[in-house]
T-cell receptor, first 109, second 113 residues
Framework: RKEVEQDPGPFNVPEGATVAFNCTYSNSASQSFFWYRQDCRKEPKLLMSVYSSGNEDGRFTAQLNRASQYISLLIRDSKLSDSATYLCVVVYNNNDMRFGAGTRLTVKP | DGGITQSPKYLFRKEGQNVTLSCEQNLNHDAMYWYRQDPGQGLRLIYYSQIVNDFQKGDIAEGYSVSREKKESFPLTVTSAQKNPTAFYLC????????????FGQGTRLTVV
């Protein structure tokens, strides 16, 4: 079983749609959580951190459920520029940092 | 200009040869990482280092070696023992503090010919 599991998609949605991605992790010792965005043939870049209380950044909302060991990302009012692969990241106490396989999103006009 | 630099961007290697990928950072980060990414796949951890002179194996360390003699540098050697080395290699660094993000280099595309 992979340490971090994500639905690979692809998700194909129209502009303006709301889309949600989920990610589960297996190690309860996980310390920090993030969502990264990766454009085609580029390096990943931080989208947002994920906190137990939930956090929002414009159209993006991230949630963490420690009891069920999953994190989620909600994108509202999708834009064409949101098309990318979204990677969930789990960091353990010893700085071991693991990525999910990524969920590919395509937003269409 | 602070950042993390990988070189070269593209690398071609003959089968059976060792090759070393460079990763340098001037962010004063303690932790550094190497990942491998295959087409349509996520990032798989090869090695990581929390501090100078220390490193740990990730999920796919076989056929790879690393060193961490300086805080700024974490080179990755792809040895001839790596059976399928063609991939996109990404290096990252982060502070050791909780909850802080990692920064990535632009990656090295290695092709074995």
């Amino acid at each position: 079983r992979k340490e971090v599991e994500q639905d690979p998609g692809p998700f194909n949605v129209p502009e303006g749609a709301t889309v949600a991605f989920n990610c589960t992790y297996s190690n309860s010792a996980s310390q920090s959580f993030f969502w990264y965005r990766q454009d085609c043939r580029k390096e990943p870049k931080l989208l947002m951190s994920v906190y137990s209380s939930g956090n929002e950044d414009g159209r993006f909302t991230a949630q963490l459920n420690r009891a069920s060991q999953y994190i989620s990302l909600l994108i509202r009012d999708s834009k064409l520029s949101d098309s990318a692969t979204y990677l969930c990241v789990v960091v353990y106490n010893n700085n071991d940092m693991r990525f999910g396989a990524g969920t590919r999103l395509t937003v269409k006009p | 200009d602070g950042g993390i630099t990988q070189s070269p961007k593209y690398l071609f290697r003959k089968e059976g040869q060792n090759v070393t990928l460079s990763c340098e950072q001037n962010l004063n980060h303690d932790a550094m990482y190497w990942y491998r990414q295959d087409p349509g796949q996520g990032l798989r951890l090869i090695y990581y280092s929390q501090i100078v002179n220390d490193f740990q194996k990730g999920d796919i360390a076989e056929g790879y070696s690393v060193s961490r003699e300086k805080k700024e540098s974490f080179p990755l050697t792809v040895t001839s023992a790596q059976k399928n080395p063609t991939a996109f290699y990404l290096c990252a660094s982060s502070p050791r503090d909780r909850g802080t993000e990692a920064f990535f280099g632009q990656g090295t595309r290695l092709t074995v010919v």
